[in-house]
């Protein structure tokens, strides 16, 4: 059964060559999607026998839905692998052995993913496992478009889940690190803005039978509690509830670092952008007039989703979806 894996990459240096070589024993077609780094990332991509492409970004999810739909993918199955992440050796091992055996009714392979931070793995504070869909068949999975927290999903068939180690370790310093957040909390406050002024359209392909039921559960904990109970409150008790239930203490030192940057500066930052951002719209009814403020405001160009047509009216053939920027 033959792989490709789809890398997105912006000045990965750092990463790429680490993460090519934990998937090469496996994977027959490497595919990076370069966002025109500056650094040497397309170069050692190369080397190391990757196919190098490079399309300018949007957002993540526009951007790796660019590459299966645009891409000559042709591997039966898709891997989706992050620059910062590896396949460790006894997953790989799996892939390798049991892909083939799989029943033709499989089309989904999730991956137990742990998070490594400041060089120590976060097992604590409901961290570890993180159970994400990344790994299909082709043609039968795509991914959400969201601007936040969008996963792969699935349709036609039921999914599995391979035991083994899958890691995400940024080597990174803490500068980056809450760079990175800064600017997740912008996307996802614009997720909360159109969830509530309903802007433009939502995907919401996302349930515990097109990916994990975990990831499903956590969205529906999110949108239907967690966005609408005040941030000052919400934030923290998600802080104390990861850090004290759910035992993110054990983590030590380092893990408290993570788990109150994580779990309540980045969160609580959230709410101050949501707020900061519906006060500035307030005054405007016009959805077009309220993402043109925002797309002011974040650097992220937003385009309305226009009023449905009137019987009378024709349908048009396209309908404007958003758009981004790259941030």
Known sequence: MRITAIILTYNE?????????????????????????????????????AEVHTHAFINQAR????????????????????????IEHDLARR???????????????????????MDRW?????????????LWRRGQGRVEDRWMDEHVVVQGGRTVTFEGG???HNL???????????????????????????????????????????AALKRWVKERLYNRTPFTVSATLYFLYRYIVQLGFLDGR????????????YRFLVGAKVMELERAVAHLQDKALI?????????????????????????????PRALATRP
């Open 122 to 134: 976060v097992r604590h504070g409901g961290r570890y496992p993180l159970v994400m869909l990344r």
């Open 172 to 214: 990174h310093d803490l500068g980056y690190f809450t760079d990175k957040h800064n600017k997740y909390a912008t996307r996802e406050a614009i997720e909360v803005l159109n969830q509530r002024l309903g802007l433009f359209a939502r995907d919401e392909a996302l349930n515990a039978h097109s990916a994990s039921s975990q």
């Open 291 to 319: 993402c043109a403020e925002l797309s002011r405001l974040t650097g992220h160009r937003l385009v309305a989703q226009p009023p449905p047509p009137s019987p009378e009216a024709p349908h048009p053939d396209v309908t």
């Open 63 to 86: 951007q790796f839905q660019w590459a299966l739909d645009t891409l000559d993918i042709r591997g039966e199955w898709v891997l989706r692998l992050d620059a910062d992440e590896i």
């Open 95 to 117: 892939i390798a052995t049991e892909l083939p055996g799989l029943p033709a009714d499989v089309v989904g392979i999730h991956f137990k993913r742990k998070h490594i931070f």
């Open 254 to 265: 380092s893990g408290l670092v993570y788990h109150f940057l994580q779990g309540y500066w």
């Open 166 to 168: 899958f890691a995400d």
């Open 13 to 49: 240096a750092i990463h790429i060559e680490r993460a090519i070589r934990s998937i090469q024993p496996f994977v027959d077609q490497i595919c990076v999607v370069d966002s025109d780094s500056t650094d040497d990332t397309r170069d050692i991509a190369r080397e190391l026998g």
